[in-house]
């Protein structure tokens, strides 16, 4: 079965950072590309970063590019988003998601984590 | 704001068709697959239609996709009360290198 495990949410200030991990098991993890999914209170599904499966490939949306850094560990079946210079507009439930394919730029999110929450306040 | 356009409700009641439109442009949705999410209230999105109408297995054919140019839809038929939940159309963006999803459409099964 697979499984996809979020953490490393929290309480944080505006500007800090924070790191997200997701544990990933019931697959082999280096067959595919992963994401983040954000959704903020109130809001929609945002797609965040993408990762291939050898880390090749990173894409991210414009509204992180230059604050997320999106990595993976195939070892250790992980995936992981480094957040810097958070603000009040990045307080959402952050899901990890599997691609369907080994690549972030194809496929489709075939399945998704419980999510970890990230609240940016003061 | 999102690039991929959705209405912001939909309702039906049970046994109706409702569809759900999905607006793109030339670069996501007229040159990419189209896919669609559900996220019932309180769980995880979950795949609902992938390569603009192909069922995962476990979903219902009462679900149905198309795309036409740069718009997508999904249907639902024989609408049940367990339907009630936001519905989101997701495509690749060619010329922004992001994946985009709509704004989501939340559907009341009254």
């Known amino acids: 079965e697979v499984q996809l495990v979020e953490s490393g949410g929290g309480l944080v200030q505006p500007g800090r950072s924070l790191r997200l991990s997701c544990a990933a098991s019931?697959?082999?993890?280096?067959?595919?590309?992963m994401h983040w999914v954000r959704r903020a209170p109130g809001k929609g599904l945002e797609w965040v970063s993408g990762?291939?499966?050898?880390?090749?490939?990173?894409v991210y949306s414009d509204s992180v590019k230059g604050r997320f850094t999106i990595s993976r560990d195939n070892a250790k079946n992980s995936l992981y988003l480094q957040m810097n210079s958070l603000r009040a507009e990045d307080m959402a439930l952050y899901y990890c998601?599997?691609?369907?394919?080994?690549?972030?730029?194809?496929?489709?999110?075939?399945?998704w984590g419980q999510g970890t929450l990230v609240t940016v306040s003061s | 704001q999102s690039v991929l356009t959705q209405p912001p409700s939909a309702s039906g009641t049970p046994g109706q068709r409702v569809t759900i439109s999905c607006s793109g442009s030339?670069?996501?949705?007229?040159?990419?697959?189209v896919y669609w999410y559900q996220q019932l209230p309180g769980t995880a999105p979950k795949i609902l239609l992938y390569?603009?109408?192909q069922r995962p297995s476990g979903v219902p054919d009462r679900f149905s996709g198309s795309k036409s140019g740069t718009s997508a839809s999904l249907a639902i038929s024989g609408l049940r009360s367990e339907d009630e939940a936001d519905y989101y159309c997701?495509?690749?963006?060619?010329?922004?290198?992001?994946?985009?999803f709509g704004g989501g459409t939340k559907l009341t099964v009254l």
């Open positions: 998601a599997r691609s369907s394919d080994y690549y972030d730029t194809s496929g489709h999110f075939d399945f």
């Open positions: 019931g697959f082999t993890f280096d067959d595919y590309g």
């Open positions: 990762i291939s499966w050898n880390s090749g490939s990173k």
């Open positions: 030339s670069s996501n949705i007229g040159g990419n697959y």
């Open positions: 390569m603009n109408h």
């Open positions: 997701a495509a690749w963006d060619d010329s922004l290198s992001v994946w985009m």
